[in-house]
């Protein structure tokens, strides 16, 4: 089974620096990649997915990701943060493998981003 | 469309008493699933659904119940409420193929005091 691996639970960053959040799944066969934002109180939100074609993918409010097969991981950067970029952040891989399973989505732990003036 | 919602926003339960979270969707999903949030530890899923009529555990059954009459609602039951169900519950749902992301709803939280 796939398990998604976030390796900082939290990370402060100050405002207008740039930030990355790690990401790493557990198989190196293929697979489709999330990333969602929590602002406090809130469900969760896509920030961008990868499915095929060019490993660096542009969300929404200036994230972006890259996609690198042989480290089997996806790293979510934004070259200049905000405040309202405070939120917490979860990597998800879904199997195609597991198409018409049902429980094909594994979220990770999420990574909490505090952006601090 | 309103996407996925879900009621109540808050509540406040007793040691053993129940109650039913309501989910629907609007948007035709196969899928739905319900999850709970605690502090520091991510998404547990709890149940989810392929379709209407059709229910699977997920990883924290116990405690719960679900049931899907119709492709757009997904309650959970809590029978016999205890201070460890105590969490945020969300609901979300997708189409069934796995590169169709899920939509979530704003969530429950629930106190069992």
């Known amino acids: 089974a796939q398990s998604v691996t976030q390796l900082d639970s939290q990370v402060p960053v100050f405002e207008e620096a740039p930030v990355e959040l790690r990401c790493n799944y557990s198989?190196?066969?293929?697979?489709?990649l999330f990333w969602y934002v929590q602002y406090p109180n809130q469900g969760l939100q896509l920030l961008l997915k990868?499915?095929?074609?060019?490993?660096l993918v542009k969300g929404i409010n200036g994230f972006e990701a890259e996609f690198n097969k042989s480290q089997t991981s996806f790293h979510l950067r934004k070259p200049s943060v905000h405040i309202s970029d405070t939120a917490e952040y979860f990597c998800a891989v879904s199997d195609p493998g597991r198409d018409n399973y049902g429980q094909n989505f594994v979220f990770g732990p999420g990574t909490r981003l505090s952006v601090l003036p | 469309n309103a996407g996925v919602t879900q009621t109540p926003k808050f509540r406040i339960l007793k040691i053993g008493q129940s109650m039913t979270l309501q989910c629907a969707q609007d948007?035709?999903?196969?899928?739905m699933y319900w999850y709970r949030q605690d502090p520091g530890m991510g998404l547990k899923l709890i149940y989810y659904?392929?379709?209407?009529?059709?229910?699977d555990k997920g990883e924290v059954p116990n405690g719960y119940n679900v049931s899907r009459s119709t492709t757009e609602d997904f309650p959970l039951r809590l029978e016999l409420a205890a201070p460890s169900q105590t969490s945020v519950y969300f609901c979300a749902s997708s189409y069934k193929t796995a590169y169709n992301e899920q939509f979530f709803g704003p969530g429950t939280r629930l106190t069992v005091l």
């Open positions: 198989s190196s066969v293929s697979v489709y």
């Open positions: 659904s392929v379709g209407a009529g059709i229910t």
């Open positions: 948007m035709n999903h196969n899928y």
């Open positions: 990868y499915l095929s074609g060019s490993t």
